[in-house]
């Protein structure tokens, strides 16, 4: 278990809100011993001791619910190194202290490839792991170049491209429940099921992260990562085990199937739109377009949606529906499985009873499956839900990833062969957007729904 990491981008709001807290949760679980040590680089002109007072206030915010102790230990063990990123000799002195270190590089996506270029020429030490947030990359040919320059500098299985999505517990439960119950297998394919959405809306707006999100939008955002690895977890086959290769494996084969879209069809089968100014509750909501930071030129969306078809045997015929936006009246995270009608009804009406669905609810407390299905008498649909409580998971998902991390577990991270595939669906959606193939609509803040809303 490597015992030292490094966070380059370590002042930021992901060290501060997240990883912080996960460290704490891991100390916490007993997962960090004594010889642990962070250290945190960035550009600001603070020494150990400003540093730390600045941990404490983060753990205070963001980990109030972990042990004093855990969180005095780890700001006992945080110290603080000035290097720009830029600069091989600052980077150099970083992550010197003997033996290989994590580095985690918290950076604008954009700093990547210097900051890959950077560590190689510090001579990141043997055996030491990258850990890069999403996206990676911004496009297919971006994303190959990245690879490239990874494969470089450390080998594959030291590359841990996390997202975090992967280390919710609901969202492993999603797989879990599907694959540990003959009774939804037997049914989990294209004769049975007509349509599956996946939607993450939320009633957040950018929150001060226009600086990033203004650069990159719902679709490259949420969609490109986060919510094609949920559809991979939906429509994978069974893996022989949840190791890292088989896990990972049929992951790729699910990205590999997906169908591109075509210009023709782009305007068909995609949305794009935007939040206008409106209430949310109690709260006021500007216009994405007046939130600090934002080039209204740039013409970024916050809402995105689109469909997709897999070319594979089980799937052959179903529609995958994938859906994202932020300021929105009401937040819903979850994976809806639409059967298919039976084909005769003997109740001796005209046979237009609402179609059964299976709703996984994707919150981080609890897993709620809900199927609606004809009642005894003829029209009436009974809608039997249960929610299934889930103990809180022993560390948060940032905890679990931080720990596959440091014990070079990455199942839960995306293989660069995954990462390019996921590049190879969302770049023709990209370049159609870019070219107004797709009108920008708008939505006021607090909407249920953004207009036109599908099925066109």
């Not at 590359?159 to 492993?172: G, I, K, S």
């Not at 300021?327 to 046979?351: I, M, N, Q």
């Not at 990462?419 to 006021?444: F, N």
Request: aromatic content about 6%; some cysteine; charged content about 25%.
């Amino acid at each position: 278990m490597i015992q030292r990491l490094v966070i380059f981008g370590g002042t930021g709001d992901l060290t501060g809100r997240y990883l912080l807290p996960g460290l704490a949760a891991l100390h916490e679980a007993g997962e960090l011993d004594t010889s642990f040590e962070l250290v945190c680089a960035d550009l600001k002109d603070w020494d150990d001791k400003q540093f730390r007072a600045w941990v404490a206030d983060q753990l205070d915010q963001h980990a109030a619910n972990a042990a004093g102790v855990s969180r005095r230990a780890i700001t006992a063990a945080a110290r603080y190194r000035r290097a720009d990123i830029q600069n091989p000799l600052e980077v150099a002195e970083a992550i010197a202290g003997g033996g290989p270190v994590a580095v985690y590089l918290a950076l604008a996506p954009a700093l990547f490839p210097m900051a890959i270029r950077t560590l190689h020429d510090a001579h990141l030490p043997d055996g030491s792991r990258i850990v890069l947030e999403k996206p990676f990359g911004v496009d297919l040919a971006s994303a190959e170049t990245l690879n490239q320059l990874l494969a470089d500098l450390v080998p594959e299985q030291a590359v841990f491209r996390v997202d975090h999505f992967l280390a919710m517990t609901t969202v492993q439960n999603l797989l879990g429940s599907r694959l540990a119950n003959r009774v939804l297998e037997s049914l989990w394919n294209s004769a049975h099921i007509a349509k599956v959405e996946i939607t993450w809306d939320e009633t957040l707006t950018v929150e001060g992260r226009a600086g990033y999100y203004d650069n990159v939008g719902a679709l490259e955002d949420m969609v490109q990562n986060h919510l094609l690895q949920l559809l991979c977890l939906v429509a994978m086959e069974p893996p022989i085990s949840v190791s890292e290769r088989d896990l990972r494996d049929r992951k790729l084969d699910v990205l590999r199937s997906i169908r591109p879209l075509t210009d023709d069809e782009i305007p068909h089968r995609t949305r794009r739109a935007r939040y206008s100014a409106g209430t949310i509750g109690d709260r006021s909501v500007p216009s994405y377009v007046d939130e600090p930071g934002v080039d209204p030129q740039r013409c970024t969306e916050t809402f995105a949606e689109i469909e997709l078809a897999l070319d594979n045997w089980r799937w052959s015929g179903t529609s995958f529906v994938l859906r994202t936006g932020k300021a929105l009246g009401a937040d819903r995270k979850e994976v809806a499985v639409h059967f298919r009608p039976v084909p005769h009804l003997p109740f001796g009406h005209d046979g237009s009873t609402a179609p059964n669905i299976l709703r996984f609810t994707l919150d981080p407390e609890s897993l709620t499956l809900a199927l609606t299905v004809v009642g005894p008498t003829a029209g009436t649909l009974v809608p039997l839900t249960m929610t299934a409580p889930i103990q809180p998971p022993e560390f948060p998902a940032y905890g679990r990833l931080l720990l596959d991390v440091l014990t070079g577990n990455p199942a839960l991270s995306i293989r660069g062969d995954e990462a390019e595939q996921a590049w190879r669906v969302v770049t023709p959606i990209i370049s159609a957007w870019s070219r107004d193939l797709v009108p920008l609509d708008h939505y006021p803040a607090g909407s249920v729904v953004p207009p036109r809303a599908r099925r066109r």
